[in-house]
């Protein structure tokens, strides 16, 4: 069974970094090879929406908002999904979420909150 956990989360000030991790578990290394690989978010009262993905050929795509800020990357040997977030806005709150296409598997979610 495929399992995608997240870490990294946490309380930062505006204008702080984090980085998230996501792995993967009970997933092939050529299936995960091949996944487009996701992170979203969900804020309090709004929709979950993508943030940034990146696809088995390393090509990557970003919500407007976050471009210049955030960076997705992808280790797969370590099955792991990585979201680089620097200058980070108080409008970056929210759960944020793995999310593996190619199984339509999400993961438990992980608190991200800047404050101002």
């Known amino acids: 069974q495929v399992r995608l956990v997240e870490s990294g989360g946490g309380l930062v000030q505006a204008g702080g970094s984090l980085r998230l991790s996501c792995k993967a578990s009970?997933?092939?290394?050529?299936?995960?090879?091949?996944?487009?690989m996701g992170w979203y978010r969900q804020a309090p009262g709004n929709e979950r929406e993508l943030v940034a993905n990146?696809?088995?050929?390393?090509?990557?795509n970003y919500l407007d908002s976050v471009k210049g800020r955030f960076t997705i990357s992808r280790d797969n040997t370590r099955r792991t999904v990585y979201l680089q977030m620097n200058n980070l806005k108080p409008e970056d709150t929210g759960v944020y979420y793995c999310?593996?296409?190619?199984?339509?598997?999400w993961g438990q979610g992980t608190q991200v909150t800047v404050s101002s």
């Open positions: 009970g997933m092939i290394l050529s299936v995960f090879n091949s996944d487009t």
């Open positions: 990146t696809t088995f050929r390393a090509a990557t």
């Open positions: 999310y593996s296409k190619a199984r339509n598997v």
